[in-house]
């Protein structure tokens, strides 16, 4: 494999630091160079500066390389989308229509639509036709800057789908260009077999799900639905403690309807990150503050929704770490545009558009645990990176609605453009 050299970029943002999740002051901070360059050899970043540092070190060896003049481009890390159902069959577009004419999110799913929808249709798929399906949007992904992305079982909610699911995103992880760190989510909802029988299928995600999961290694991440009408925040506790047992680190899907404690619980289990976030009470957001626990902010489910969204703003202000994320999933926000969701978090959670970008690359990566290879232009990392068709961050968040990637390298491969 040739280096890569990338020089001259307008600005390069790197977000180069210690790898912690960014907090308050530390979400501005892009560690922004100007005519910015950044050498890669063997798929990891060798050396990062000034195009002059780079040609006092590299000139010599420009000829060894595939040399990419960025003049008049951002540059910056690959984007990390850190909450995705990616790995589903099926369509929902009816459900679309359906909620234009009045109906609500849980209205649906209470009459055998929503997540049991597509459950239906990720059991009757092959594991094969997942692959075709699930390669599609990890496409898509790559071409709109994401080159890692967190997927989520919990479209099978019984032991062979959810393995199914699961091995699905681990073939794809083994072939697929991106980066894809899987997460179990048997408790996304209670099976309509289950219904009244709620402890009972709470019994299976502990004894057979998660016992499985963990012997096939098939998972980094443990997460629930907490909702009204989904699990209760005592449920949910047992779910993650369980998991825990196994090795698997909490996640949580959390105050998306109604305020319902999750933050909190967010909190008490030491969760890595707390998902959706709509409601959440103030004391919530404190107590995730105090606790480390990232907030994984959707604001793409919430326009689609037509929800008001998280209040990102007052989290960060609080101390809270804050990742954002397409959420990609069937029913409630089928996009996989990253650019998007940085334009509505600065529209609708009034995020800077620097704080916008931390969101997207370093917290995110700290959300699924990737900080120490991805989310950061640094020596030691993969050289996962976006040129952008735009001449400064502001402008990638200003013009809102259009894909301004130009190119996408993984691992110094180029993979878009």
Same mark, same amino acid.
């Given at each position: ?40 050899? /063997? ?74 929808? @597509? ?49 699905? *995103? ?17 408790? /996304?909802?209670?099976? %309509? ?15 057979? *799900? ?65 998902? /959706? ?78 704080? @916008? ?13 990737? %900080? ?46």
């Amino acid at each position: 494999m040739r280096p890569l050299w990338i020089k001259h970029a307008v600005q390069l943002v790197t977000v180069a630091g210690d790898n912690s999740p960014r907090i308050r002051e530390g979400m501005s901070d892009l560690g922004l160079i100007e005519d910015g360059s950044v050498w890669i050899e /063997h798929g990891k970043i060798v050396a990062v500066g000034t195009t002059s540092e780079l040609e006092a070190l590299f000139a010599e060896r420009s000829d060894e390389a595939d040399v990419i003049d960025a003049t008049g481009r951002l540059v910056t890390p690959g984007l990390v989308d850190p909450h995705t159902h990616v790995a589903y069959g099926g369509s929902r577009e009816r459900e679309f229509e359906m909620r234009l004419e009045g109906a609500t999110y849980m209205e649906i799913m209470n009459t055998g639509g929503g997540i049991h929808a @597509t459950t239906r249709m990720t059991r009757e798929a092959t594991e094969d036709e997942l692959v075709e399906q699930t390669t599609r949007r990890l496409d898509s992904f790559l071409a709109h800057g994401v080159t890692t992305v967190e997927g989520k079982s919990g479209y099978g909610l019984d032991l062979e789908t959810e393995l199914k699911q699961l091995r699905v *995103m681990k073939r794809l992880n083994e072939t697929h260009p991106i980066d894809l760190v899987a997460t179990f989510m048997g408790g /996304h909802a209670v099976p %309509q077999t289950y219904k009244g029988r709620e402890e009972e299928y709470i019994d299976v995600i502990v004894n057979d *799900m998660l016992t499985r999961v963990s012997a096939e290694k098939l998972a980094v991440f443990n997460d629930v639905f907490c909702e009204v009408g989904v699990f209760t925040p005592e449920q949910s506790e047992r779910i993650l403690e369980a998991g825990k047992k196994y090795g698997l680190i909490p996640k949580i899907h959390a105050d998306e309807i109604e305020s319902y404690g999750g933050a909190e619980l967010a909190a008490k289990v030491g969760a890595i990150s707390a998902e /959706h976030l709509l409601k959440a009470s103030d004391e919530g957001i404190r107590l995730m503050a105090e606790a480390g626990v990232i907030a994984c902010l959707l604001p793409a489910t919430a326009l689609f929704l037509r929800e008001e969204a998280a209040r990102g703003r007052a989290m960060i202000d609080a101390g809270v770490a804050v990742a954002i994320s397409t959420d990609c999933n069937p029913g409630s926000s089928p996009t996989t545009s990253m650019s998007l969701v940085m334009n509505l978090a600065c529209i609708s959670m009034r995020l800077t558009p620097a704080e @916008t970008l931390v969101a997207a690359t370093l917290n995110a990566a700290c959300a699924i645990g990737m %900080q120490e290879r991805v989310g950061s232009l640094e020596v030691g990392k993969q050289g996962d990176i976006v040129m952008w068709n735009v001449s400064s961050y502001q402008e990638l968040q200003y013009l809102f609605g259009v894909n301004h990637v130009g190119s996408v390298w993984k691992k110094g491969v180029k993979v878009v453009g």
